[in-house]
Structure formats: structure tokens, C-alpha cells
């Protein structure tokens, strides 16, 4: 089996992947190579995300890849990753705040009924989604200072306060968004649609 990262692996990581979490990897390389790949600088010297290429994206099903029986382990989605960053730190952030962030997101704060229901939208990009944790006055601090707040006032939450640097935002269909609940102190995260006024 030939080694898929020759220059940059020296503890021979990728080895540990199974042939059948390789080939949506490979599948993934094609795509960035052949319609990708010559099109990042120009598009970075012009401070532009080339839209054009979600669908090519989309089509590869590498949150579910057919090839990998039952749930990919997580050694396969740190490639996947991996794979899209090697290329340009954008394509990952662009697929992995779907792939990743809003879709553990969904995982973790859903019911199992409504993830059932949510999930296949989400690995289809039918339904697009980012994570809104990051505030203008808190990265690494967080976990400990999130100023956003969430109210229930009768059927309603309101929420309020604002975030910075969210991957993918101005295409997602809905905002995870993370607020403080004033009732408990805890933090909750909440799905708004995008195009709901503020
Ligand atoms: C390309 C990109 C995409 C992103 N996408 C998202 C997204 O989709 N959703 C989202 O919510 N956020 C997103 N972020 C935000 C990201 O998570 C934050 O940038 C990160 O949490 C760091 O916060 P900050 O940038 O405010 O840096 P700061 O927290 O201000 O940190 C600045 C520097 O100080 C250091 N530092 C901080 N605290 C300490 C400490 N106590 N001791 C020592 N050193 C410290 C840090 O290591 C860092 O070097 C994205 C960021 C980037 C760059």
C-alpha cells in the first residue's frame, strides 16, 4: 500500500487507515487536485471563497462514505480533514463546520428523533448549518465567559449578544448558536434560521 502522505508523516499515522477509510480520502484528493487546487490562489489574492466548487464537495457523501461500514472512526475524519487542509486551510474550514461542528452539534444536543430526522439533511447538504460559539469578546476564554444570553419568555427564547468569526455562516440555512440560559446559568445551544430578523 503506498504511503498517502510521504513528506509529511513520519510516524506513519495514515498507515493505521483501513483501505476502505483510504478511498473516499483518494476520492477527496482527486477532486482537489483536478478542480480545486488551481483555482485557491486566485481566489485568495481576490479575498473571495470560490462558491463553485460545494457541489464537487458535496457529491463525495464523506461524512458517510459508502466504502466505510458503519460509523467512520475518528482517525478517518481527522484525515478527512487532514486531506482538506493540506490543500487550503479554507476548504476545511468551509466542510468541517458542517461535517463537524454543526453536525456534532446537532448529534450531541438533539433528541435522537429529531437527529434521525435532521441527519441525513445535514451529511446531504440539503440542510446547511455552522457553529456560533466564538463572541467578539471571548475565544479562548469561552467556556467560562460566553456573554450571550438566552431568555424563555413564553413559547419564545430570546436571545441575545454577538458572535465573530463563524465558518460558513453566509450560506448556512441555520445558526447554532450558543447563549447562556439566564434561568440556570447553563449554556444551550439553540438552531436559528438564518434569515430570521433580529
Ligand atoms: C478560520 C477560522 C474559522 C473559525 N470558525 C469558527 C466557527 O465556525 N465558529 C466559532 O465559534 N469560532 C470560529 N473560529 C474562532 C476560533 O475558535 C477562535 O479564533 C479561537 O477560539 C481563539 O479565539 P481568539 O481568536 O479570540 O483568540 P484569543 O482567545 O484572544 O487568543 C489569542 C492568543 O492568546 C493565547 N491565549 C489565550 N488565552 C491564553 C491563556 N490563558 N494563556 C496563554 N495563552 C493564551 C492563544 O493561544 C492565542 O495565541 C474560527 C477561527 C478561525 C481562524
Redesign the pocket.
Given at each position: 500500500m503506498s504511503e498517502l502522505y510521504p513528506d509529511c508523516d513520519p510516524y506513519g499515522t495514515a498507515d493505521r487507515l483501513t483501505e476502505a477509510e483510504r478511498a473516499p480520502i483518494l476520492r477527496l484528493r482527486a477532486v482537489l487536485e483536478n478542480e480545486i487546487k488551481p483555482l485557491v490562489a486566485e481566489y485568495w489574492e481576490k479575498g473571495e471563497f470560490p462558491y463553485q466548487i460545494a457541489p464537487s464537495l458535496y457529491g463525495l457523501n464523506l461524512m458517510t462514505p459508502d466504502e466505510i461500514d458503519g460509523a467512520p472512526r475518528s482517525l478517518y475524519h481527522g484525515f478527512r480533514i487532514f486531506e482538506l487542509a493540506r490543500t487550503d486551510?479554507s476548504m476545511a474550514?468551509f466542510y468541517t463546520?458542517q461535517a463537524g461542528?454543526f453536525r456534532t452539534t446537532c448529534r450531541v444536543g438533539a433528541s435522537p428523533e429529531q437527529f434521525a430526522e435532521l441527519d441525513p439533511k445535514i451529511t446531504s447538504f440539503e440542510t446547511k448549518g455552522?457553529?456560533?460559539?466564538?463572541e467578539p469578546d471571548?475565544?479562548?476564554?469561552?467556556a467560562g465567559g460566553l456573554a450571550s444570553t438566552a431568555e424563555r419568555q413564553g413559547d419564545e427564547w430570546i436571545i441575545n449578544g454577538a458572535?465573530r468569526?463563524?465558518?460558513?455562516a453566509f450560506t448556512a440555512d441555520y445558526l447554532a448558536v450558543f447563549a447562556r440560559d439566564v434561568a440556570d446559568g447553563q449554556v444551550k445551544a439553540f438552531l436559528v434560521d438564518r434569515e430570521r430578523p433580529v
Open positions: 486551510a474550514t463546520a461542528l455552522v457553529f456560533c460559539l466564538t471571548h475565544g479562548s476564554d469561552i458572535k468569526w463563524i465558518g460558513g
